[in-house]
Structures are given as structure tokens and as C-alpha cells.
């Protein structure tokens, strides 16, 4: 071989910067999805745990109300016709314990 120098032209050069960029381009998005998917992973993982905790607490609530002494209910109101019945009831039992009076009949 000769001492000279291969010339490399400046199309030839801008190709090789070109390719060579776009290797560094792709590397750089490998890097960023690799991130990305751990970052997703991580989250899931930690939604679980929460998922987890919360179910164990709801568990935790409904057995603290379910042993917790009940105060007792008010006493339901009754309705205007159901007042009306009870009161026709108690008078037609005074009514009918009253003494009745013999009906004279004419001689």
C-alpha cells in the first residue's frame, strides 16, 4: 500500500455521522423504554399493595360495625288511617262493654 490517505468524500462522511446518530438515537430509546417499563412495573406494584391494605381495612371496618352495639331504632310513625283504626277499635270496645238499656215494647 501506498503512504497516501484514502480521501473520504463529504458525502460519504455526512453518511457515516448520519449512521452513526442514528445508533446513539436508537440506543438512547431502548434506554428510555427500558425506564418506562420499570417505572410502569413499579407503579403496579405499588397499586397493589395499596389494593391490598385497603381490602384489609374495609375487612377491619365491617367486623368493628357489625360488633358494635346498635342503638335502638326509633319507633316508626304511624299513619293517619292506622290511628284512625285503632281509635274506631278502642270505641267500639267501650261501646260494647257498656250496659245496653231494655228497648220498652208497648203493652
Same mark, same amino acid.
Given at each position: ?48 399493595? =395499596?389494593?391490598?391494605? /385497603? $381490602?384489609? &381495612?374495609?375487612?377491619?371496618?365491617? !367486623? @368493628?360495625?357489625?360488633? %358494635?352495639? #346498635?342503638? *335502638? ?10 290511628? =284512625?283504626?285503632?281509635? /274506631? $277499635?278502642? &270505641?267500639?270496645?267501650?261501646?260494647? !262493654? @257498656?250496659?245496653?238499656? %231494655?228497648? #220498652?215494647? *208497648?203493652?
Amino acid at each position: 500500500m501506498s503512504g497516501k490517505t484514502p480521501q473520504v468524500s463529504p458525502l460519504e462522511l455526512r453518511k457515516r455521522l448520519l449512521i452513526a446518530e442514528s445508533e446513539l438515537n436508537r440506543a438512547e430509546l431502548a434506554e428510555g423504554w427500558r425506564t418506562l417499563t420499570f417505572g410502569v412495573r413499579d407503579l403496579a406494584h405499588r397499586a397493589k399493595i =395499596i389494593a391490598a391494605c /385497603a $381490602s384489609s &381495612a374495609a375487612v377491619l371496618v365491617a !367486623a @368493628l360495625r357489625a360488633t %358494635r352495639p #346498635r342503638p *335502638p331504632a326509633p319507633p316508626a310513625k304511624s299513619s293517619w288511617f292506622q290511628r =284512625i283504626f285503632k281509635a /274506631a $277499635s278502642l &270505641a267500639y270496645t267501650i261501646w260494647s !262493654a @257498656l250496659p245496653r238499656k %231494655r228497648s #220498652r215494647q *208497648p203493652p
